[in-house]
DNA sequence: CGGTGAATTGAACTCGTTCAAGCTTGGTGG
DNA sequence: CCACCAAGCTTGAACGAGTTCAATTCACCG
């Protein structure tokens, strides 16, 4: 089970065979980067990057140098795909929060089999269209008090890494710090510690030894106001 | 001047005269929306929806009575687009701020002038990863002071306006209420009263008669940390 | 054994909320 | 022409969530 983008994918709609060897020649080559590193460091949009295993996250350095995570960037995940509008983001960038693989994967050979096999461009579109409402779910999240947006962000974690086959039923391997958990919330790392210790006591979560395990998961969605709807589980329309 | 769409859609590249034809012929049968109501009413995937004249917010009430609203519609912005995916954004909603004009296109005819016409399917990509990055934008907006943050939306808002002609050099219409904004940027109208308040007396803008003007345009983008680029001005590059 | 990164705790402080009231304006009906 | 009403704007004061600063603990690692 290596092909978590594959598996990601077929939300989209079914993948032919053909389709899915396709993907499978472009991620060969991979490459390892360091958590703390960002993986794309060079401008230019000749080429977009595959998250094969880590965890990654978008963020922005802030005048007042906080920096702020706008997403996570989870296995079977594309990144700077967005890039190809000229000069957008040139100040988002992407870090490896864990020890990542990376695939690089040229444009120009991404933007032929988009043309050629129907399936794939459809996935391209369901991928951008998730990610667009993913995106403005977290708008929606930072308007509620902490203990509920970080609920809110480990029931999507949950459910996302599920999709790739990287999350049982009520838990996952969870390598980040509390600082990384801040910066995706938005508050200090000294806040997030109060909150993750609250969300302890109340048993909503379990969270040691690099795991992350939810109880009563019912019980955490619940309390996020989690609804998976946005995740666009269910596929394409059109 | 009555194309804002089409204005628009020129900035992701150049459209033939006959792709212009084609979508001015999609926008032929409008409709007024009430301030305060919203757009999309029924639900189903069959439409999407073109906004003409006025603004509208994509919006989502949570549990505790709040609204906040996402984004702005602006003139030329389509809204429903998203809803290709089944079930996603079912809790998004979007409301007429002002009263609006707007035009109601069926989706299988916006799909196939899309894959007959590159330059429309390419102005489609284009909007929407503009519109994955503003929202991107609006998450790293929520992590700034309110003033910095207000600042930020008003010149977001001066740009898109020019964009489509609704906007001069440093001035602009703004029939939005006080509570609008505090819906859109996460705050609450007594809050976002001080805030105005203080940016006027900073004379970094004029508000009053149903228009925003900017004294010193420069300064407000300083002072909000504004960089337009992620509004993507500049075209795609694929 | 020292050193580094992460988690934790306390206390003072600030930004933003909430509640509650008063004000201003434009519109409506008598 | 005036009385009245409803929306939106403004203000004050108490409160609360989250920040900041500063220090401590702990685990791991060379």
Redesign the interface.
């Given at each position: 089970m290596s092909e978590p983008f594959i598996r990601k994918l077929e939300h989209a709609g079914i993948l032919s065979e053909v389709e899915r060897c396709a993907l499978r020649i472009l991620t060969t080559n991979r490459r390892a980067v360091l958590a703390r590193h960002d993986i794309v460091t060079s401008p230019g949009?000749e080429r977009v990057h595959l998250v094969t295993s880590g965890i990654a996250g978008?963020y922005?350095v802030?005048?007042d140098g906080?920096r702020?995570i706008?997403?996570f960037v989870l296995p079977g995940d594309l990144c700077w795909?967005?890039?190809?509008?000229?000069?957008?983001?040139?100040?988002?960038k992407i870090g490896a929060l864990t020890p990542c693989l990376v695939a690089d994967i040229s444009?120009p050979q991404l933007?032929d089999l988009i043309q050629t096999y129907p399936g794939i461009s459809r996935a391209m579109?369901?991928v951008?269209?998730?990610?667009?409402?993913r995106?403005?779910e977290?708008?929606?999240n930072?308007?509620?008090p902490a203990p509920e947006r970080f609920a809110h962000l480990i029931c999507e974690l949950l459910v996302s890494l599920q999709v790739v086959g990287m999350a049982g039923e009520d838990s996952f391997e969870f390598r980040l710090s509390q600082a990384d958990v801040a910066d995706a919330i938005?508050v200090s790392h000294v806040h997030i510690n109060r909150v993750v210790q609250a969300l302890r006591t109340q048993e909503l979560i379990v969270w040691c030894d690099q795991t992350l395990r939810i109880p009563n998961v019912r019980r955490l969605k619940a309390f996020g106001?989690f609804?998976p709807?946005?995740?666009?589980l269910?596929?394409?329309?059109?």
């Open positions: 949009t978008r922005k802030l005048r906080t702020r706008i997403s795909v967005h890039a190809a509008a000229i000069s957008a983001g040139r100040d988002l444009r933007t579109w369901w951008t269209l998730t990610e667009l409402s995106t403005r977290w708008v929606v930072d308007s509620r938005g106001e609804d709807g946005y995740l666009c269910d596929g394409l329309a059109i």
